[in-house]
């Protein structure tokens, strides 16, 4: 992965961060595109700081135009892009308002497909290009209390197949991860406001879910991201790869 140039969308936080730092820490040009600027600028200063080669963009997915712009500020190939940026709702049908589903779809569906559209000529130019997209066990189980996300994950496991039975000629590799719970600061602020004084055994609860008995890390799903974008992976494409503790299919 040395010197390739990796676009991450929402690498600032999270699992998003974790893929951040797994790709310069192996020599990777890394481009931070994440709506939150002072996050993104804070991680920018800490990892360059340390080193690494790293650049932010303050962008929204969900902005054609502003995603363009950032793609042809980045000078050279585009070699991997990992469509990460997602934004989550509790609730099931009756629950989600129509604002709700319209902001689901404009970042976690509308945002891969701008981010992807602005790639994918460039990597048909260049000769090849590996695109990652962030799904979710919500795609493929039923979960309770998540309509809109499971939609949008839905969907974007069905992108991902399209993109990589279109451009597999090309030698475009298009590949998802679906992720069950992982401990990141999301699920820390969701127990605290809906489960106040109950963190620690909501926190048990949810984590016991998973058959391997615990949730996961962000560093565990960045791993699976290394390895899909690496030469290691050279076979691989058109496939949703869970990284769920056994979620998916150990069922309990």
């Given at each position: 992965?040395?010197?390739?140039?990796?676009?991450?969308?929402?690498?600032?936080?999270?699992?998003?961060?974790?893929?951040?730092?797994?790709?310069?820490?192996?020599?990777?040009?890394?481009?931070?595109?994440?709506?939150?600027?002072?996050?993104?600028?804070?991680?920018?200063?800490?990892?360059?700081?340390?080193?690494?080669?790293?650049?932010?963009?303050?962008?929204?997915?969900?902005?054609?135009?502003?995603?363009?712009?950032?793609?042809?500020?980045?000078?050279?190939?585009?070699?991997?892009?990992?469509?990460?940026?997602?934004?989550?709702?509790?609730?099931?049908?009756?629950?989600?308002?129509?604002?709700?589903?319209?902001?689901?779809?404009?970042?976690?569906?509308?945002?891969?497909?701008?981010?992807?559209?602005?790639?994918?000529?460039?990597?048909?130019?260049?000769?090849?290009?590996?695109?990652?997209?962030?799904?979710?066990?919500?795609?493929?189980?039923?979960?309770?209390?998540?309509?809109?996300?499971?939609?949008?994950?839905?969907?974007?496991?069905?992108?991902?197949?399209?993109?990589?039975?279109?451009?597999?000629?090309?030698k475009i590799r298009v590949n998802a991860i679906s992720p069950a719970r992982?401990?990141?600061?999301?699920?820390?602020?969701?127990?605290?406001?809906?489960?106040?004084?109950?963190?620690?055994?909501?926190?048990?609860?949810?984590?016991?879910?998973?058959?391997?008995?615990?949730?996961?890390?962000?560093?565990?799903?960045?791993?699976?991201?290394?390895?899909?974008?690496?030469?290691?992976?050279?076979?691989?494409?058109?496939?949703?790869?869970?990284?769920?503790?056994?979620?998916?299919?150990?069922?309990?």
């Open positions: 992965m040395n010197k390739k140039n990796v676009l991450v969308t929402g690498g600032a936080s999270g699992i998003g961060l974790a893929i951040t730092k797994r790709f310069a820490k192996e020599g990777a040009n890394v481009y931070i595109l994440d709506y939150n600027k002072a996050s993104g600028e804070n991680v920018a200063k800490e990892l360059q700081s340390e080193g690494y080669s790293i650049s932010f963009f303050q962008a929204d997915v969900s902005n054609q135009n502003q995603i363009k712009e950032v793609v042809a500020q980045i000078s050279g190939n585009i070699d991997v892009l990992i469509n990460n940026a997602g934004v989550a709702h509790v609730g099931n049908l009756e629950q989600t308002i129509e604002s709700d589903l319209d902001r689901l779809y404009s970042v976690n569906i509308k945002g891969v497909y701008n981010c992807s559209q602005a790639v994918i000529g460039r990597m048909k130019e260049q000769g090849g290009g590996v695109i990652i997209n962030m799904a979710s066990v919500a795609a493929t189980v039923g979960i309770p209390d998540r309509f809109a996300y499971s939609m949008t994950k839905g969907a974007v496991l069905t992108m991902t197949l399209s993109m990589a039975r279109d451009y597999v000629e090309h992982i401990h990141t600061p999301f699920v820390d602020g969701y127990l605290t406001k809906t489960y106040p004084g109950r963190e620690q055994e909501m926190f048990d609860k949810l984590a016991a879910t998973q058959p391997i008995g615990r949730m996961g890390i962000p560093e565990e799903v960045a791993n699976m991201a290394f390895f899909l974008a690496s030469d290691q992976a050279e076979f691989l494409t058109g496939a949703d790869y869970l990284v769920d503790g056994g979620f998916s299919q150990l069922k309990m």
